[in-house]
């Protein structure tokens, strides 16, 4: 199946002179303002580097838009694709990933999704941007942005986030810094773990640890920062927004801008060496200044107008 | 005003009305308030307890969740805090009570956990974004509200631990636990107590106020009727009643019989009043009337006077006037007299004497004729004036009329003049010279021929005798005196006619005649209807007559 639709699409390519608008399926898990952004980026970015037959004919891309949780969406997405000769699929969010993961046949590129590995079970050459930051770039951004901090704590459970914790301890080490991390089997124990850093550490950070984090233990690790005037890090605005102070955020124009590169490579024909390629990553930090205010901690933000 | 126990009456009467009014007014004002002041309070009682048990189920999830029973009174203690709060109890998923801070089993036992646990994991609850259910439970000394303690226990996908608003069965969150609050009734009782005694004084404060104004109201308007009150007495005509209303009704009406009375007598007065102003004005109108005849009386009586003086006054005049010409007129026949004799005498002798011719002898007939003529007139003129030389002897006065028609008849005749007599029985005899009675008689009877025309006519000739007076009179129907001659009729020498016949003394003699006897001469006269001319004699010496000297 896959051969047969490469040899098609090498037919295609090799003819040079048969010309055809490109048709992309952007499938998006819900409305959410990271997702419209990457989209936007997305689409923006494409059309900036339309598909080029043979000798160098331009086409415009053909884009139809699908939102699973539209009311609908999911049906009308399916509908189109059985249907439509469809060159590319773009699947923004883990939902969409999973949805587009059982068209096998048509080329897919995703992006924002974390969890990308679980969620592809199907389709063998999708191609995809990273979605988490690691850690060099959070020990990075915690050296940059808090000067004086030395002590990292952490709660993590050693399945999830043990491996992301052993690299950062080394990478910290070389700053001058030390990862105080207490391991935590489930959310449970989360609020006694932080107990034991009460006092200890100059700084926590919030990992993206599905067995570590819960609502409550998010609460827990923001009230323990208010608490002991302890700045937190995080991986999402919403934290940042209840109480977090820096997040290190992927910056949703550019995972569609890298969505866009993937997908103009595979438009032109490009071979993905494996079933899956990823780009470079682009982080964002944000940063909740009244939080820092508030907590008196010193914020060099300076080093932040220069980008990242 | 107080002291007069009638005056009382009315006033208290007001200001009884006024202040039922006033205190159906403030208790009815009072009962709203209240009932609306306890509604409200007990919608903020109702309202507190709720964002009590939000507040509460909020401030412990974490600890329900980590069946922190420390935490758990450490979150719980700004609930505790507010002073209707009884107690708190908070439960797990499971009903075990994890906290109950007042002690006590019952309020745990009537959980509603299982009806909760349903309706707060409905479809579109919690999580939508509404707040979760709170179940209340009351009885008499308090009210338990119940709320799940709702949260999500984790993220099912890393995606979830990024991004909110991603929808689907992840966002629905489960129950970790129940919450009460209880809270007491006492606090909601003490309000309402409270509000009750504030609305009270107040009420009572309101009333307080408008007894006063009542109180006012009924003195302001008790005055007019005290002092209409007062301005009968005084008047001395107030019926004396057991209240100032009654009093005035009594009063009123006493005025108005009195008044109908008044009335009455007027209309009589003034009916007897009208009648004799007629019968005044009817004695004035007579009054006037008579006045009126009597100037209308005067004023003839002044005319007739008037007229009386003025015929007097030319009487008088006219007296004088011919007196005059009279006495002239007999001194010149006087001295014409006795030359006319002198030449008729010769000429007399001389036709005697003298043989003359015819001619001459007719002639000197002629001269002696027309100096019969001359002597004939001077006679006349000497007769005028002449005082009565006959001695005046009682006269048939219709006997000397008749003579002097006979005399006249061989001429009425030939002039085709009718001639009629009306004499009086009465009349009979007069005191007066005939002779000269004849000759007025005559005079008149010639210038009444005379005035009537050849074509004839009728000469009337009447007596009269009325207070000893004789009226002979003598009309015609001749051609009239026009009244610019009627004075000078009687004047010497006066005449209409032609030089032969007329001489104007006929009438000069016959007023001297008549002068000389007492009486008058009157004429009345209409051109073209006639003449009547009435002779006034008195009848003479003695009055008492004589019987006739002839012998009847
Ligand atoms: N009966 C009469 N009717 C009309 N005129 C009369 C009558 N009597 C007298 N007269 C008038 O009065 C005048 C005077 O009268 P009288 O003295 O008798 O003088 P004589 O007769 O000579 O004229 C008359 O000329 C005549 O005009
Ligand atoms: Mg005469």
Not at chain 1, 35 to 56: D, H, I, M, N, T
Not at chain 2, 270 to 298: H, I, P, Y
Not at chain 2, 458 to 486: F, M, Q, W, Y
Request: glycine share 10%.
């Amino acid at each position: 199946m896959r051969r047969w639709w490469f040899v098609i699409l090498l037919l295609v390519v090799g003819s040079g002179g048969v010309a055809r608008a490109s048709e992309v399926v952007i499938v998006q898990s819900a409305r959410i303002r990271p997702y419209e952004e990457a989209r936007q980026a997305f689409r923006e970015a494409l059309s900036r580097q339309p598909a080029v037959s043979g000798a160098k004919t331009l086409h415009p891309h053909q884009f139809t838009e699908f939102v699973l949780t539209d009311g609908g969406g999911r049906e009308a997405a399916a509908r189109f694709l059985v249907s439509h000769p469809v060159d590319l699929i773009l699947a923004i969010g883990g939902k969409a990933l999973s949805f587009a993961d059982r068209f096998r046949q048509i080329p897919l590129v995703y992006t924002m999704v974390p969890d990308a590995g679980s969620r592809l079970v199907f389709h063998d050459r999708a191609a995809g941007v990273p979605f988490s930051v690691p850690p060099r770039r959070w020990v990075e951004v915690t050296e940059r942005c808090l000067p004086r901090a030395r002590r990292i704590g952490v709660v993590f459970s050693p399945g999830e986030t043990g491996g992301f914790v052993r690299e950062a301890r080394a990478l910290s080490r070389v700053q001058g810094m030390q990862i105080v991390g207490t391991g935590a089997r489930s959310a449970r124990e989360v609020r006694a773990r932080l107990e034991e850093l009460r006092g200890q550490i100059d700084v926590l950070w919030m990992l993206p640890d599905l067995r570590v984090l819960t609502p409550q233990t998010a609460e827990a690790m923001l009230r323990f920062s208010m608490e002991e005037r302890v700045p937190v890090v995080t991986f999402a605005e919403k934290y940042l927004r209840r109480g977090a102070m820096i997040a290190l955020v992927p910056d949703y124009r550019r995972m569609g801008e890298a969505a866009a590169a993937l997908a103009e490579r595979l438009l032109r024909g490009g071979s993905l060496k494996t079933g899956r390629r990823e780009v470079t990553r682009r982080t964002r930090v944000r940063v909740n200044a009244g939080i820092a205010k508030k907590l008196g901690a010193f914020l060099d933000t300076a080093w932040l107008g220069g980008g990242d | 005003m107080s002291a007069e126990p009638a005056g009382l009456t009315f006033r208290t009467r007001v200001l009884f009305y006024l202040l039922t009014f006033v205190l159906l007014l403030t208790v009815a004002l009072a009962a709203l308030l209240i009932q609306a002041q306890r509604t409200s309070l007990r919608t903020q009682f109702e309202e507190e307890g709720r964002t009590l048990v939000h507040l509460l189920a909020n401030s412990v999830r974490l600890d329900v969740f980590a069946a922190d029973q420390k935490a758990l009174l450490r979150s719980a203690t700004p609930v505790l805090q507010n002073r209707n709060v009884e107690k708190v109890v908070v439960l797990d998923a499971t009903g075990e009570v994890l906290m109950n801070t007042g002690g006590g089993q019952e309020v745990s036992q009537g959980a509603p956990v299982l009806g909760m646990g349903t309706t707060g994991a409905a479809p579109g609850g919690g999580a939508a974004g509404g707040l979760p259910r709170v179940v209340l439970q009351e009885d008499g000394e308090r009210i338990v509200f119940w709320r799940e303690v709702l949260d999500r226990l984790a993220y099912e996908t890393p995606e979830d631990l990024y991004f909110d608003g991603l929808g689907g069965s992840a966002s629905r969150p489960s129950v970790l636990g129940y919450v009460a609050v209880v809270l007491s009734k006492e606090g909601l009782r003490r309000e309402t107590r409270a509000v009750v005694g504030r609305v009270a004084v107040v009420g009572g404060g309101f009333f307080l106020l408008g007894g006063v104004l009542a109180f006012l109201v009924s003195r302001e308007a008790a005055k007019p009727l005290a002092r209409l009150v007062g301005a009968f007495r005084e008047q001395g005509i107030m019926v004396e009643s057991h209240d100032e209303l009654g009093a005035l009704r009594d009063t009123f009406s006493s005025l108005v019989t009195r008044l109908e009375h008044a009335f009455a007598t007027i209309r009589e007065l003034k009916e007897g009043l009208e009648q004799k102003v007629d019968e005044r004005t009817q004695e004035l109108a007579r009054a006037n009337d008579e006045l009126r005849r009597a100037r209308d009386l005067l004023e003839e009586r002044v005319r007739e006077r008037t007229a009386q003086l003025e015929a007097m006054h030319r009487h008088l005049r006219q007296t004088e006037k011919l007196s005059a010409v009279g006495k002239l007129a007999s001194s010149l026949a006087h001295e014409i007299n006795n030359p006319v004799f002198g030449i008729r005498n010769v000429l007399q002798e001389l036709h005697r004497k003298l043989d003359l011719e015819p001619e001459d002898a007719e002639l000197v007939a002629l001269s002696i004729e027309e100096c019969n003529r001359i002597a004939k007139l001077v006679r006349s003129l000497r007769e005028f004036n002449r005082p009565s030389t006959e001695t005046p002897e009682w006269v048939d006065v219709h006997r000397s009329i008749d003579t002097m028609l006979i005399l006249c008849k061989k001429r009425f005749a030939r002039q085709r003049i009718r001639v009629e007599t009306s004499y009086s029985a009465e009349v009979k005899r007069i005191f007066a010279v005939e002779d000269q009675l004849k000759q007025v008689i005559l005079n008149l009877l010639t210038n009444a021929s005379e005035a009537l025309p050849e074509g004839g006519g009728t000469i009337r000739v009447s007596t009269a005798a009325s207070n000893g007076i004789v009226k002979v009179r003598v009309e015609d129907t001749g051609c009239g005196i026009p009244e610019e001659h009627l004075e000078r009729v009687f004047e010497p020498f006066f005449t209409t006619k032609s030089a032969a016949s007329g001489t104007g003394l006929g009438l000069s003699v016959c007023y001297g005649i008549v002068e000389r006897h007492g009486g008058r001469i009157q004429v009345e006269s209409r051109v073209g209807e006639g003449t009547a001319f009435t002779v006034e004699l008195p009848i003479g010496e003695g009055e008492d007559e004589r019987p006739d000297p002839a012998g009847g």
